[in-house]
């Protein structure tokens, strides 16, 4: 279960409207986690993952030089898939209460970074659909090498502090705000296995570019 007790939720929306960011290790059960990481593997066995892009709707396009991992989308056709996504609905709520984000609907996917894999530094709001306001990163793999490489780096608001380096390590819940923190997944050495989503608003805001 997500625990979302008051002093930590206080934590959470702090941090996001000061830093962007907030790291949350075992925010996830290791149950949870290990149910997600199976459903990804028998996924990438039947292959039934496709190579993620960048871009929405006509601009989308798979370009291997930005990031090569493979997704699926979460449907909620499982029940693990269920747990995770009634956890990311209180979550909704509690930011939403806290922040007047007015967050409206959560999409997410899972991710396999094979080894060798990478995504360069971006924003996670795509040209021409500017609402995604909060994303979320799960991490799956247990038993994480930090020498494996694979971590998540933000770039922090302050240009004078260093970029923040965060270990996929299973139950880990990252959050970062959407539009304001660029960031990158260094080279892996090892398959690395997470849930990305996005908190999006309602309006989508045409980006006039
Ligand atoms: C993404 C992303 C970060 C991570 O999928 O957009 O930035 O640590 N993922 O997997
Ligand atoms: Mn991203």
Redesign the pocket.
């Given at each position: 279960m997500l625990n979302l007790n008051p002093a930590l939720l206080n934590q959470l929306t702090d941090a996001l409207d000061k830093q962007g960011w907030f790291e949350w290790p075992n925010a996830v059960s290791d149950a949870l986690c290990h149910a997600l990481l199976s459903e990804a593997t028998a996924h990438a066995a039947a292959g039934a993952l496709h190579l993620a892009g960048v871009g929405r709707g006509a601009i989308h396009q798979v370009n291997a030089a930005v990031r090569r991992d493979e997704i699926r989308w979460l449907t909620g056709e499982t029940a693990a898939q269920q747990a995770y996504l009634r956890l990311m609905a209180m979550l909704q709520d509690a930011l939403n209460h806290a922040l007047f984000l007015g967050l409206f609907e959560f999409e997410s996917h899972f991710?396999l970074y094979p080894a060798g894999g990478f995504?360069k530094k971006h924003t996670?709001s795509f040209r021409g659909a500017a609402n995604r306001l909060v994303s979320t990163?799960l991490y799956l793999n247990p038993d994480w090498q930090a020498d494996w490489g694979g971590a998540?780096v933000i770039d922090s608001k302050d240009p004078q502090q260093a970029p923040i380096v965060i270990t996929?390590e299973i139950g880990k819940l990252v959050i970062f705000m959407s539009e304001e923190m660029p960031?990158e997944?260094l080279p892996t050495q090892h398959p690395r296995v997470?849930v990305?989503g996005w908190f999006r608003c309602r309006n989508t805001r045409t980006l006039m570019q």
């Amino acid at each position: 279960m997500l625990n979302l007790n008051p002093a930590l939720l206080n934590q959470l929306t702090d941090a996001l409207d000061k830093q962007g960011w907030f790291e949350w290790p075992n925010a996830v059960s290791d149950a949870l986690c290990h149910a997600l990481l199976s459903e990804a593997t028998a996924h990438a066995a039947a292959g039934a993952l496709h190579l993620a892009g960048v871009g929405r709707g006509a601009i989308h396009q798979v370009n291997a030089a930005v990031r090569r991992d493979e997704i699926r989308w979460l449907t909620g056709e499982t029940a693990a898939q269920q747990a995770y996504l009634r956890l990311m609905a209180m979550l909704q709520d509690a930011l939403n209460h806290a922040l007047f984000l007015g967050l409206f609907e959560f999409e997410s996917h899972f991710a396999l970074y094979p080894a060798g894999g990478f995504y360069k530094k971006h924003t996670d709001s795509f040209r021409g659909a500017a609402n995604r306001l909060v994303s979320t990163v799960l991490y799956l793999n247990p038993d994480w090498q930090a020498d494996w490489g694979g971590a998540l780096v933000i770039d922090s608001k302050d240009p004078q502090q260093a970029p923040i380096v965060i270990t996929p390590e299973i139950g880990k819940l990252v959050i970062f705000m959407s539009e304001e923190m660029p960031h990158e997944v260094l080279p892996t050495q090892h398959p690395r296995v997470s849930v990305a989503g996005w908190f999006r608003c309602r309006n989508t805001r045409t980006l006039m570019q």
